[in-house]
């Protein structure tokens, strides 16, 4: 039981370019979510989904795209990436969003990634 | 006016003090109030949660919700350099509101 993977764990890229990160979850969880971290702006929810061909955007869902065509599979993607998207990002999921189950966010290692 | 507000600290004590960790919210309708611990360079875990107003006790972590005053707070006893994290509140809502957390350093 690997619980939360996020792969890669870091990148560098240079402005422009694009790339995919890839989240998966084998616990069976419905709702999976992206937060970038930042120093001094704490976690901040991208996207979310809260099934699998489902998503919704949370807090700062500009030059980001996801993907849930799997349950288990939560997929972020940066089309054009820019400086300011240099930052750490986790992956989370959960049982479910509503109720007791909503209190335990299950969070993947991260990924470090660079834009310059 | 934020969602959450949490005190970002440094917070430095030594080892053995009581920790009092400490977030505002706005949002009257949440009910449920999480703690979130985060090593460096690892992702957040859940440590523990309440629910609606009380106190709710775990070995040396005591989580206190007063919401009346929309207030959270977590007290660590006895604190111990292994307690040396992030810690992050989550009123819960839907999804989780997520303070910015506090880094907390237990020196020996």
């Known amino acids: 039981n690997a619980g939360v993977t996020q792969t890669p764990k870091f990148r560098v890229l240079k402005t422009g370019q694009s790339m995919t990160l890839l989240c998966a979850q084998d616990?069976?969880?419905?709702?999976m979510y992206w937060y970038r971290q930042d120093p001094g702006m704490g976690l901040r929810l991208i996207h979310y989904?809260?099934?699998?061909?489902?998503?919704a955007k949370g807090e700062v869902p500009d030059g980001y795209n996801v993907s849930r065509l799997k349950k288990q599979n939560f997929l972020l993607g940066l089309e054009s990436a820019a400086p300011s998207q240099t930052s750490v990002y986790f992956c989370?999921?959960?049982?479910?969003?509503?109720?007791?189950?909503?209190?335990?966010?299950?969070f993947g290692p991260g990924t470090r990634l660079t834009v310059t | 006016q934020k969602e959450v507000e949490q005190d970002p600290g440094p917070l430095s004590v030594p080892e053995g003090a009581i920790v009092s960790l400490n977030c505002t919210y706005s949002n009257s309708a949440f009910q449920y109030f999480m703690w979130y611990r985060q090593y460096s360079r690892k992702g957040p875990e859940l440590l523990m949660y309440t629910y609606s107003s009380g106190n709710k006790e775990d070995g040396r972590f005591t989580a206190q919700v007063d919401k009346s005053s929309k207030y959270i707070s977590l007290f660590i006893r006895d604190s111990q350099p292994s307690d040396s994290a992030t810690y992050l509140c989550?009123?819960?809502?839907?999804?989780?509101?997520f303070g910015k957390g506090t880094r907390l350093s237990v020196i020996a």
């Open positions: 616990m069976n969880h419905e709702y």
């Open positions: 989370a999921s959960s049982i479910s969003s509503t109720g007791t189950d909503s209190y335990e966010q299950y």
């Open positions: 989904s809260v099934g699998e061909g489902t998503t």
């Open positions: 989550a009123p819960g809502g839907t999804p989780l509101v």
